[in-house]
């Protein structure tokens, strides 16, 4: 199923492109908590790579950096060779919508919607018809292996069968990156290595470039690269090392 589409292939092309990223949130009493410092990384097309760190340590600010969800202080960031600093927030929700799917660790579905209109839903945003729309849905659907429950509504589902609604929602807008903040951390290891294998097979036959937070060692083993983050800097980027004793 996961063959008949089309690869990506460059594999030369700079998806994500991170230059001294410094990120500040203001301090209620005053001043300002300096959370990432200096980040700098690129990710090639087709890269699969997994960032992991202690709690606190900046993982998900540095996501929603990459996911144009938030904008850094200082440093450059580029998507797909964009620079995005300094768009406004409707082209920062035009670009998230085309290019990034987006896989959350509490699935984030609409609980009184089915799941067919759940996947729909991002689909509409982009103005696409009723009936391409139905297709579509189905279609991703099929591809987690959930055709038979697009009637039912997210909570007659089990959390495994949650998150690959959300796949197939993230897949539905024909992602070129996904980004996954704790994908597999509400599920139980077996379903969470279910899920991992599917993001394994998307990136292997699709090339779909993947980042994926986890505080899993064995997660993260999935991946082909790992970065370690620490207070707020790299301490590792290389590929996945044999344990994580050292990181
Ligand atoms: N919107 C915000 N406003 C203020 N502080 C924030 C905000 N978002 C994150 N922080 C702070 O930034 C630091 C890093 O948070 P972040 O969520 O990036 O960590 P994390 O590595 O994802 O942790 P976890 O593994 O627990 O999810 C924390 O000290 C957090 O309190
Ligand atoms: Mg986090």
Known sequence: MVNKMKKNTDKSEIVISMDKICKSFPLEMGGDQQVLFDITFNVKLGEFLAI???????????????????????????????????MTSDELAIIRNEYIGFVFQQFNLLPKRTVLDNIMLPLMYRGMPMDERIRRAREMLARV????????????????????????????????????????????????????????????????????????????????????????HINY?????KNDNNL
């Open 52 to 86: 992991m760190g202690p709690s606190g340590s900046g993982k998900s600010t540095c996501m929603n950096i990459i996911g144009a969800l938030d904008s850094p202080t200082t440093g450059t960031y580029k998507l797909y060779g964009r620079d995005i600093s300094n």
């Open 237 to 241: 980027d290389g590929p996945i090392p």
């Open 145 to 232: 292996g959930l055709e038979k429950f697009e009637t039912y509504l997210p909570t007659q589902l089990s959390g495994g069968m949650k998150q690959r609604v959300a796949i197939a929602r993230a897949l539905a807008g024909d992602p070129k990156l996904i980004l996954a903040d704790e994908p597999t951390g509400a599920l139980d290891s077996k379903m969470g290595n279910e899920i991992l294998k599917f993001f394994k097979q998307l990136n292997r036959d699709l090339g779909i470039t993947i980042v994926m937070i986890t505080h899993e060692f064995d997660i993260a083993k999935y991946a082909d690269r790992l970065i370690h983050i620490r207070d707020g």
